[in-house]
């Protein structure tokens, strides 16, 4: 006892030291960001370890999340109800749709939240054995917060480009000068309903803010955890290309191949070893199916959405264009829907890809260092590879890609023949239509 | 849109897609040393086996000639097709030039030199468009060629051991293979699809005047549909090839099986070998349904936006 306390004291005065690149680590600072715009309502997440984690109901985070969360359904409902009444052009759905993502999407993590303690507690006990026993190949830590912040920083541009869109739009004018002026024409669903006041239209930037980061948390969110995952599985298979070419550099006359007798017991396998490295990926592999079970949610949330943005803006895209501003706007956001949903494919698509990888280096493996361990491993990464996929209906794999553009152009010859009336209306150019 | 926007798309398209093959295919040259040292390693433990595909080299020469001999007749056909555009100008050269090259025409004043440049980089253009899937069907051609070495032999000699550590050596050749060339595969189907649908697009909405226009027209998409579908049968090829064995090693007598054709049919089982395009698809016979599926619905949306556009 008194041992522990001279090392304590005489440690307090030397420097902090690294925190290993588990998961917790590396997500700290993106979660408490998040944390800030009211989101991961989960306490403790400074703390060293995950063990720490906590969710609970009557706690001020929660509070919190569930105050942004009416936010976004007032600003969604309000819009809704506009477009209902000014008939329903699909260029209207624009902002409702933005708000609805945003409700829905705090919800969701909320529900994260709720689980991720459980899985932390699951996963971080493997994943400590994972760094201790296999190198790391990059610098995870690094790499995810520099994505984060390239991402966040993207996604903050489009947001401004459509203030200023909706600022400079020659449509829904009104009458008033200054910082008045701007809000009725940003906040115009709210405020053709409800008396204008200065406090209200900062709360109102505010969350419309808030709501544009989190629109992009959860593409944000599912591409940084599948990296993480994407580097474990790397760093398995690292450790069996390291074996296998350690193994078929020392048997590398190969003119005694042909005259080795096949026996059946294998002196030379090391059942230790490879049983340890199946039974690590076979541990990662459940560890996916679980990440799998909670992130399933946001995944489903995040290619429905897309997708709907991109059907949409599709459509408007028929339009004429009034103004350059308008132009630019609309280049850049179909642009970056159709960006969010090609990053989130090919980064979720790398943890398929990452956890198959090993296969050719265990085939090459010569017959006499072959074992049960490594035929189970095998058939493991043939029948059960690992894959983000939404609630079971589809897998993430570089495929999904090709099927989203193949489902994009059907569903839109399907609104374009559908909504003949409203691109009647849209083709006169001379509507004063206000969205 | 009228006809000088088609000639504008189309030639940038051409043009593109010769400068990015060019610039893939120097950065594989920088490789290809590297490449064939690993690939004459594989040819040296195949090198005892009784078919010894000796006239490989005759099925290489006898793709190219085809393909480039087809690409100079629509080239000659291609010049005669613009030269016979009625034209008010009265010089005939440069009436062909100025209607041929609105890229360069509508931004330089005409003179002889630039006529040349013009009608050089025209040519390396063709040569390269061809050249890109001539690549890929000799490339598709010599591994597939591999897979029915080991399928022949396994009738032959029954060494499992060997078999299967040849067939094993010439998947990861033509895994790594894969990735040196998956861009190049990307650029051609990218472009053939791209060339496909813009022409037939453009061909629905043009009424065909003379004899050679419809010749020319004819001549060009069928050699165009041609190549595409020819690109994608070699190299399905491979796929169909390295599967060919399952069913003779599962048909053997219970004395001669043992655990080493479990692992080789097995391995042929799991690890299914095929050009992908950086993985995005996986070059098979059923390949050519899905891209004329793809191609039919992207015309589609093509003809209905354009019929809502042109209110």
């Known amino acids: 006892m008194s041992v522990n306390i001279r090392k304590k004291v005489a440690m307090s005065g030397s420097k902090p030291t690294t925190r290993p690149p588990t998961t917790h680590n590396c997500l700290r600072i993106v979660l408490i960001t998040a944390q800030a715009m009211g989101n991961f309502a989960i306490d403790n997440l400074r703390a060293e370890e995950p063990g720490k984690l906590k969710f609970k109901f009557k706690s001020w985070k929660v509070l919190h999340t569930a105050l942004f969360s009416f936010a976004y359904l007032f600003c969604a409902s309000f819009s809704l109800y506009k477009s209902l009444t000014v008939g329903i052009l699909l260029n209207q759905l624009i902002s409702p749709l933005f708000y609805f993502h945003s409700f829905i999407t705090s919800l969701l993590f909320l529900q994260l939240a709720y689980r991720w303690p459980h899985f932390m507690a699951q996963w971080s006990k493997i994943e400590i054995h994972l760094l201790k026993n296999y190198k790391a190949t990059t610098d995870l830590s690094k790499k995810i917060n520099y994505s984060a912040v390239t991402m966040i920083l993207v996604a903050l541009l489009e947001h401004t480009l459509a203030v200023c869109n909706f600022v400079y739009s020659s449509n829904c004018q009104n009458s008033s000068t200054g910082a008045e002026h701007l809000f009725k024409k940003e906040f115009h669903f709210i405020f053709n309903y409800m008396p204008y006041h200065f406090i209200f239209g900062l709360l109102l930037t505010f969350i419309s803010w808030t709501a544009t980061f989190l629109w992009n948390f959860a593409d944000v969110f599912i591409v940084l955890i599948s990296m993480i995952m994407t580097e474990r599985f790397r760093q398995i298979n690292q450790k069996i290309k390291i074996n296998v070419e350690e193994v078929n550099s020392s048997s590398n006359d190969s003119s005694a191949s042909f005259i080795k007798v096949y026996n059946t017991d294998f002196p030379k396998a090391e059942y230790k070893l490879w049983r340890q490295i199946r039974e690590d990926y076979n541990n990662l592999n459940n560890i996916m199916s679980h990440l799998d079970q909670i992130l399933s949610n946001l995944v489903l949330l995040s290619y429905s959405f897309n997708l709907t943005f991109i059907l949409v803006q599709l459509f408007n895209s028929l339009r004429q264009m009034d103004s350059v501003i308008e132009g630019i706007y609309f280049f850049y956001s179909f642009g970056f829907v159709i960006a969010r949903i090609v990053t989130v494919s090919i980064f979720g698509a790398l943890i398929n890809e990452e956890s198959q990888a090993a296969m050719p280096y265990l085939t090459s493996l010569p017959t006499e260092f072959y074992n049960e361990e490594i035929q189970r491993l095998i058939t493991q990464i043939h029948v059960d590879s690992a894959a983000l996929t939404g609630h079971n209906f589809f897998r993430i794999t570089k495929g999904l890609v090709l099927s989203v553009a193949a489902a994009i152009i059907t569903y839109e010859l399907v609104l374009i023949q559908f909504n003949q009336a409203t691109l009647n209306k849209y083709m006169t150019a001379n509507e004063t239509i206000c969205f | ?311």
């Open chain 2, 1 to 311: 849109m009228d006809l000088v926007y088609k000639d504008f798309v189309s030639s940038f398209m051409f043009n593109a897609n010769s400068a990015v093959s060019g610039i893939i295919f120097f950065k594989l040259a920088r490789k290809w040393p590297l490449l064939m040292e690993k690939w004459s390693k594989v040819e040296l433990s195949l090198e005892n086996y009784g078919n010894n595909n000796r006239y490989q080299k005759r099925k290489f020469v006898v793709i190219i000639s085809v393909i480039m001999s087809a690409a100079i007749v629509e080239h000659i056909l291609s010049i005669l097709h613009v030269s016979q555009i009625p034209n008010e100008n009265s010089n005939k050269l440069e009436a062909y030039f100025l209607t041929n090259y609105p890229h360069l025409f509508n931004f330089f004043e005409f003179s002889i030199p630039l006529a040349i440049f013009a009608t050089v980089m025209n040519i390396c253009n063709v040569f390269s468009w061809n050249f890109l899937d001539a690549f890929l069907i000799i490339i598709s051609i010599a591994l597939t060629e591999k897979f029915h070495q080991v399928n022949d032999e396994i009738h032959i000699q029954r060494h499992w051991m060997k078999l299967r550590e040849d067939y094993n050596k010439i998947s990861i050749l033509c895994k790594i293979v894969n990735k040196e060339i998956a861009d190049l595969i990307l650029v051609s189907f990218a472009t053939n699809m791209f060339f496909i649908m813009s022409q037939l697009y453009w061909s629905l909405n043009q009424h065909k005047t003379t004899t050679i226009e419809s010749i020319y027209f004819c001549f060009s998409f069928g050699l165009l549909v041609l190549r595409t579908v020819a690109v994608t049968l070699y190299a399905s090829n491979i796929n169909d090839e390295s599967k060919k064995s399952m069913s003779y090693l599962f048909s053997l007598n219970s004395n001669t099986y043992n655990s080493e054709i479990e692992r080789f049919a097995y391995q042929i089982h799991c690890q299914p070998v095929a050009l992908t395009g950086h993985d995005f698809f996986k070059i098979t016979r059923g390949l050519l349904f899905s891209m004329a599926g793809a191609i039919v619905t992207y015309e589609l949306f093509l003809v209905q936006s354009n019929i809502v556009a042109s209110y």
